[in-house]
């Protein structure tokens, strides 16, 4: 649980590092947040406004649930109908086509720009233009944007000056023949202007290329309505509008002139066939005619009732006059056998008038007979009787030949008017099958006829009465406020900015800073070695020498070291402690912390600093040594202890070895036991003994030193020291001879410090607050 808590409130602290390493910084990031907000206002100060304006229509439609081929197909052909549901895509699609945008920059003379030149930016004059043109262009695949200066002369001169040209004179109206295109200016007449302007033609595919992307149109997919809004944002409001409303007009222009000429090829296609089904029709009517002619035929119908009407009736006839013919025959035939005294049938409705005959020649027959029972044959009444029914009888076989005969005509007739009708009969379904051929096609051209003569008239009302296909639901309206640049919006990301990019840039120096910072990197790096002090950077008009009654932060930290290493080497009582000074690498300050060290110890101690670099001697920087030094004494026995010791002349209570002449083995000399004699004559005279050695990463001669030492004091150097280095004050701390280590943070700014009361250095002794603030901003950077 404890280790827990610890990691926990380690993590607490490396974050509060992290974060204090950016506060640290913040005089950069108040610059940068100021620099942020000033390009802030010049962006809004010279940044047109733009404005959404919009616009909705309704586009007209018509469904058609029903996709079968019906006769409701040509009626479609009158004023352009529409043959399956509008996809409002393609009506979008359409609105934002290349021709109809370019229908419209030519409307509006949006290939023409007249623009105010300013101070920083040149502005778009629109509302009040003096001037407006029309641009024709001859060869629109060499033709270029061009810009022109244009300066009035007077009410109808004007002067043009292209780029690196000469300036001409024009009148107002008149075409100016530029490169590849010429170019109209008219003046306005209700607006004076006497400053010069700049003409801006740019190619018309360009601004259709702008428009269609600017030009936003949408469906209403929510409530899947045939609604479209039109969105356009731009600087200048009522120009936005017009485009807008000028496109709505561009749309149903475009839309009216294709159903008017789809009206128009309906109507010629109408013509077409009225006069060829005129021609047609004529041709069956003539066909019938003939047909009837030629067959005799006014009316098929009641003429073949009429032959079945006879016929029946001829057959009646046949039958009857059969009956009296058969008659007739039996009549005759029992006339021929029967002899005078039989009488002949009678009543049976004999032709002629033959039944009255016969009923005189039976009457006759009747009376002889009578009288052939009162009388003889020879009696002359019966004689008389007998030559009178002779007689009558040959009239009546006379008769009835005749009758036969006239009969047997009849007969003939009958059946050959018979034979006639049957044939006539016969005939009609094949004359009924071509006539109703006929009449069928003349039926089906006069429906036809009369069908395109109803579609003629149609279209020509639908070419004469135009409704619009996009019914305009709301005109093109601007909004008050801008769509951009937003202030709020702009301000807030310049805010972002102002933090985030020295947020960004801190980062990355950090993340590839691999020099020590401040005492966490030291602590992160080596937690089992003490940090004995942190020394800031020190005052270049000070110096860089620890004076006597210094109250400086830069002395305070030479006070604290020396508080540390006491408390280090406070067991050792008989003898003076050996304190060995060294570094990592050349320029880290060993050399100044331990001549400043000695210099705080010797104001109350007697105190003696060895210069032990050998190689690199640098004790001459601050103090003036004797010709001799470490390295004659190490080398040569015959010198003496006095002859290397010399007073400094910064203490009296400061006493200086220097490093002698340079020789070419350092490290066999620092390996001599003369050395350690040194140091021994050295513990009884002094309190304190400080050795400034050679870095221990670039040479071995500190090493020969560490067995002499009580205390190791390993210089670092912020903002110089590499990280990866702090690894061999490790490998130094676990060798044998080190008794103990402690580490120093030399060359620190101040505002790493985090000693005393608010970080400050000196509480009741000295402190920043003594100084402006600008002299502290100007720390800070």
Do not use: C
Not at 44 to 72: F, G, H, W
Not at 287 to 302: E, P
Not at 526 to 546: F, H, R, S
Not at 561 to 588: C, W, Y
Request: proline share 4%; net charge neutral; no cysteine.
């Amino acid at each position: 649980m404890n280790e827990f808590n610890e990691q926990e409130e380690s993590n607490s602290l490396d974050l509060q590092a992290e974060l204090n390493k950016y506060l640290k910084k913040w005089p950069w990031f108040l610059l940068s947040l100021f620099i942020a907000l000033v390009l802030a206002w010049l962006y809004l100060r010279y940044t047109p406004k733009q404005y959404a304006t919009n616009a909705s229509v309704l586009i007209s439609t018509s469904d058609k649930k029903n996709n079968s081929v019906s006769m409701e197909d040509f009626s479609n052909l009158a004023l352009g109908g529409n043959l399956g549901a509008a996809n409002l895509q393609d009506e979008i699609a359409i609105m934002k086509s290349k021709p109809l945008l370019f229908d419209l920059v030519k409307k509006l003379n949006l290939d023409v720009q007249i623009l105010n030149e300013g101070r920083v930016i040149s502005k778009n004059i629109y509302d009040e233009v003096p001037i407006f043109g029309h641009l024709e262009i001859s060869n629109p695949r060499k033709f270029v944007s061009q810009t022109f200066s244009f300066t009035p002369v007077n009410s109808k001169e004007f002067t043009l000056k292209q780029e690196d040209g000469l300036a001409k004179t024009h009148h107002y109206g008149e075409q100016v023949v530029i490169q590849n295109a010429t170019l109209t200016l008219y003046k306005q007449p209700e607006i004076s202007f006497k400053s010069p302007l700049t003409i801006q033609l740019s190619h018309p595919d360009i601004m259709v290329s702008n428009l269609e992307q600017r030009i936003v149109a949408m469906q209403d997919m929510k409530n899947k309505s045939s609604i479209i809004s039109l969105t356009y944002v731009g600087k200048i409001p009522q120009k936005s509008e017009n485009i807008l409303n000028e496109l709505i007009k561009q749309y149903n222009k475009d839309a009216t002139d294709n159903k008017n000429l789809e009206s128009q090829n309906t109507a010629s296609f109408i013509d077409g066939r009225l006069d060829l089904i005129t021609k047609e029709l004529g041709n069956i009517e003539n066909q019938k005619a003939s047909f009837k002619r030629n067959n005799q035929i006014t009316d098929l119908v009641s003429q073949a009732q009429l032959s079945v009407q006879n016929a029946n009736d001829a057959t009646k006839k046949i039958m009857d006059v059969g009956t009296q013919l058969e008659m007739v025959n039996s009549v005759l035939s029992y006339a021929n056998s029967a002899n005078n005294e039989q009488l002949l049938p009678s009543n049976l409705g004999m032709p002629s008038g033959l039944d009255n005959v016969i009923n005189e020649y039976n009457q006759l027959v009747l009376t002889r007979n009578k009288t052939l029972r009162q009388a003889t044959n020879s009696n002359p009444a019966v004689i008389q009787f007998n030559r009178d029914i002779s007689s009558m009888r040959s009239v009546i076989k006379e008769n009835l030949q005749k009758s036969r005969i006239s009969l047997q005509s009849n007969m003939a007739a009958l059946q050959q008017r018979l034979n006639d009708n049957k044939a006539a009969v016969g005939k009609f379904p094949d004359q009924e099958k071509i006539f109703r051929n006929i009449d069928r096609q003349q039926n089906i051209k006069e429906a036809l006829y009369l069908f395109l003569l109803q579609k003629r008239e149609e279209t020509s009302i639908s070419l004469a009465v135009t409704t619009p296909k996009a019914r305009v639901v709301n005109p093109a309206y601007t909004f008050l406020n801008p769509v951009s640049p937003q202030n709020s919006k702009i301000y807030l990301i310049a805010f972002t900015l102002g933090l985030a990019i020295p947020f960004l840039l801190f980062y990355l120096y950090f993340f590839f800073d691999n020099k020590i910072a401040n005492k966490a990197d030291i602590s992160r790096a080596l937690p089992n070695i003490p940090l004995l002090a942190e020394v800031p950077t020190a005052d270049k008009a000070a110096g860089d020498l620890v004076v006597k009654n210094d109250l400086s932060i830069y002395a305070e930290s030479f006070r604290i070291l020396l508080t540390n290493l006491k408390f280090m080497i406070n067991k050792i009582q008989d003898r003076a402690p050996v304190i060995l000074f060294t570094s990592s690498v050349k320029g880290e300050g060993k050399t100044t912390i331990s001549m400043n060290s000695a210099l705080t110890l010797s104001s109350n101690k007697k105190v003696v600093l060895i210069g032990a670099d050998l190689r690199n001697p640098q004790l001459k920087r601050y103090v003036t040594t004797k010709q001799i030094g470490l390295a004659d004494y190490l080398a040569d026995p015959t010198v003496e202890l006095a002859d290397i010791l010399g007073s400094s002349n910064l203490n009296m209570n400061l006493d200086i070895i220097d490093s002698g002449t340079i020789p070419p083995n350092p490290t066999d000399l620092l390996e001599e036991k003369r050395l350690r004699t040194l140091i021994t004559d050295l513990t009884s005279k002094y309190d304190y003994i400080l050795i400034d050695s050679a870095p221990m990463m670039m040479v071995s001669d500190s090493f020969h030193l560490l067995a002499l030492a009580d205390v190791l004091v390993y210089v670092t150097r912020a903002q110089y020291t590499e990280k990866q280095l702090l690894n061999y004050i490790k490998v130094v701390a676990a060798d044998e001879n080190v008794a103990k280590i402690g580490v120093v943070l030399n060359d620190i700014k101040k505002s790493e410090l985090r000693y005393g009361y608010g970080g400050k250095y000196g509480y009741g002794y000295y402190s920043d607050e003594n100084k402006s603030f600008r002299e502290r901003l100007k720390g800070k950077f």
